[in-house]
């Protein structure tokens, strides 16, 4: 299966203090890293942020309207395409391909939700049509948190199907500057 796949690099990184997505490791920046890994398995994939990744840009409206929004605006610039698609923050420096793939090629419900310790991961999962349409129900309504996703029908992915592809860090985001050092990025 083909997905498409929607890059985060919009937030506000308030605990950071300065943008996250361009962070430099391992010779790239975090966005960079993130959209090259993300087109390894997706195709079409679109940024949805503030530019940084070499991808085709969009923004939500208005911009700084949180993740639900920026995923509805990502599936928006995505020529129609209604999903599945791959969802991926790119504050995950972790997560590497064979970890996507696993999502792109779930053969369960249309979306799956990787878990760590039974909390949700829902910056780097995968999305069905029906999400997607429940996701712009929720956003009209007011809601901005991808955890109105987790509340239909999905796959959760447990620790024993992902870490057979990706080390136990796969899921570890980064936040502060604390997460900087904490993770060996600096």
Do not use: N
Request: net charge negative.
């Amino acid at each position: 299966m083909t997905c498409a796949g929607i890059l985060l690099t919009g937030g506000a990184s308030r605990r950071m203090a300065a943008d996250k997505a361009s962070i430099v490791w391992r010779g790239e920046t975090l966005a960079a890293r993130a959209a090259r890994v993300l087109a390894s398995v997706c195709d079409p994939v679109v940024e949805v942020g503030s530019g940084v990744s070499g991808l085709r840009c969009v923004r939500e409206d208005p911009p700084g309207s949180g993740p639900l929004a920026a995923l509805l605006a990502g599936v928006g610039a995505l020529d129609g395409k209604g999903g599945p698609v791959v969802l991926l923050a790119c504050d995950l420096p972790f997560v590497e391909a064979p970890v996507l793939q696993l999502l792109a090629e779930w053969p369960g419900a249309p979306t799956v939700i990787p878990t760590v310790d039974t909390r949700l991961q829902y910056v780097c999962a995968r999305y069905g049509p029906d999400a997607l349409e429940r996701a712009g129900a929720a956003l009209l309504a007011g809601e901005h948190a991808l955890r109105i996703l987790g509340h239909g029908d999905h796959d959760a992915l447990g620790a024993e199907w992902w870490s057979v592809v990706g080390p136990p860090e796969t899921f570890s985001d980064v936040d502060t500057p604390e997460d900087v050092i904490r993770l060996g990025l600096s």
